[in-house]
């Protein structure tokens, strides 16, 4: 009995000090997208923007991959629901980043301010949500 709670304690002990050193074995996921942050921008623009104009702003957003190296993917659309609850929203663009600092890049570098500068006469309203993939 002595030795099962010896075992028994030293096995808490070694676990404790694992967790206390992150060498703890850590759930795996056999998907890459976990724990990346994502970025979602739904746009939804003035009436009187022209579509020359909106085509020049998509073209300008896809651009924004090649201009800034901590963008992991983007990928965007225009809406096609049914369900008539997009509140006049017309684009999505989902930009991803690997993690919360390449965000904290993106957000103040030169070619998304120089973007954001082009885009902003043009919207009626915009909608931003960051989360972290699951």
């Known amino acids: 009995m002595r030795r099962v709670v010896i075992f028994g304690l030293s096995a808490i002990l070694v676990a404790s000090v694992m967790i206390a050193t992150g060498t703890a074995a850590k759930p795996k996921s056999d998907n890459p997208a976990i724990g990346k942050l994502r970025h979602v921008v739904l746009l939804k623009f003035k009436d009187d923007t022209s579509a020359e104009v ?17 963008i992991v993917d ?61």
């Open 54 to 70: 909106v085509k020049s702003i998509e073209a300008g957003f896809a651009a924004l991959p090649g201009k800034i190296d901590v």
């Open 74 to 134: 983007l990928e965007w659309g225009t809406d096609v629901s049914v369900e008539n609850l997009q509140d006049g929203f017309t684009h999505c663009f989902l930009v991803t980043f690997k993690d919360a600092k390449g965000r904290e890049t993106y957000l103040p570098h030169p070619a998304h301010t120089a973007f954001v500068d082009k885009l902003k006469p043009h919207l009626d309203k915009v909608l931003v949500i960051d989360y972290v993939a699951r």
